[in-house]
């Protein structure tokens, strides 16, 4: 894929420089970096669990529900250890 960009002659030196600095093209070192920084600077296009197989199943679904408290993780160990949990019977109460 191709595409082309437009910066200024002050970045064009840049990622010049560090393209020869790290013996990569331009086109390497500018690809690395989109692939980078993507995710973090557009999330709402990165939330697909189908285009990314490292994140955990688990992690897919922060986010997912409001408690409507805003102190949750403040409260975090408060929360998860409310209650004497006996590691033989697993997280639930119910016998």
């Excluded at 557009?42 to 679904?61: A, C, I, Q, V, Y």
Aim: aromatic share 6%; charged share 35%.
């Amino acid at each position: 894929m191709s595409i082309t960009i437009t910066v200024s002659e002050k970045m064009k030196a840049k990622i010049e420089r560090r393209a020869e600095r790290t013996g990569q093209t331009v086109d390497k070192v500018l690809g690395d970096l989109v692939e980078e920084v993507w995710d973090e600077r557009f999330p709402e296009n990165g939330n697909d669990p189908s285009l990314d197989s490292s994140t955990h199943k688990l992690f897919r679904m922060a986010g997912m529900f409001n408690s409507e408290a805003s102190d949750t993780s403040e409260r975090m160990d408060e929360i998860l250890y409310s209650e004497d949990l006996d590691p033989a019977q697993g997280f639930g109460t119910d016998k």
